[in-house]
């Protein structure tokens, strides 16, 4: 199946800090991501869905400020934690779905990006 | 709007059992199903998926999943279980092919024992 790459895959940052968190498909194009968040023992929650060249999609409830997130390529999403709170810890995860055409149907998932904020 | 509901947070099975992990969604249209596994602190896994034709949908790992339009279930099974099939197991569903993401249901654990 297609591979999602992200890194870091943890991460440990103070309190104010930003941090960036990248997502690659790897081996092939991607015009559409989806982030997710997971709290433990918790499901995954929609954050946003980005679409390359354009703005992204935010879900309700999710601060676009605060979760910046840019499609610059077929092949790379990243999403930034600006200014990061320990409430902001949690397990994030993309995904990535081929391009409309060839679509199989599933999502492809990254290995999930741990941040800790102390 | 869609919905995904898994009915337990644990299922417990002794290996060599059988097991069902369950599933029930709510969605407007042709439902497209989904189950994933994830493993401590990684990514998901996909399994399988039913978007249209057989109702029995087999995947990876042995296992499989049955497609139940008027109880509107999708039960993910595996005649045998295994020790390392232990794991978090998630049902998703998205309205249609095209668009959208995937929407989850909150999780099974599933815990075989030897």
């Known amino acids: 199946g297609a591979v999602v790459s992200q890194h870091p895959s943890w991460v440990i940052c103070k309190s104010g800090t930003s941090v960036k968190i990248e997502c690659r498909s790897l081996?092939?194009?991607?015009?559409?991501m989806f982030w997710y968040r997971q709290f433990p023992k918790q499901s995954l929650m929609l954050m946003a869905t980005s679409n390359e060249g354009s703005k992204a999609t935010y879900e309700q409830g999710v601060e676009k400020d605060k979760f910046l997130i840019n499609h610059a390529s077929l092949t790379l999403s990243t999403l930034t934690v600006t200014s990061a709170h320990p409430e902001d810890s949690s397990f994030y995860i993309c995904?990535?779905?081929?391009?409309?055409?060839?679509?199989?149907?599933?999502?492809?998932f990254g290995e999930g990006s741990r941040l800790t904020v102390l | 709007a869609q919905s995904v509901a898994q009915p337990e947070d644990q299922v417990n099975v002794a290996e060599g059992n059988p097991l069902t992990v369950k599933c029930t969604y709510s969605v407007s249209g042709n439902p497209y199903l989904f189950w994933y596994v994830q493993y401590p602190n990684r990514g998901l896994q996909f399994l399988l998926k039913?978007?249209?034709?057989?109702?029995l949908v087999k995947g990876s790992y042995g296992f499989e999943a049955e497609f139940n339009k008027s109880q509107t279930s999708f039960h993910l099974k595996k005649p045998s279980a295994l020790v390392s099939d232990s794991a978090l197991y998630f049902c998703a569903v998205r309205a249609d092919q095209a668009g959208t993401a995937l929407i989850f249901g909150k999780g099974t654990t599933l815990s075989v024992s030897s």
């Open positions: 039913y978007i249209t034709g057989d109702n």
């Open positions: 081996d092939f194009q991607a015009t559409t």
């Open positions: 995904s990535a779905r081929v391009l409309a055409g060839v679509t199989t149907g599933e999502l492809f």
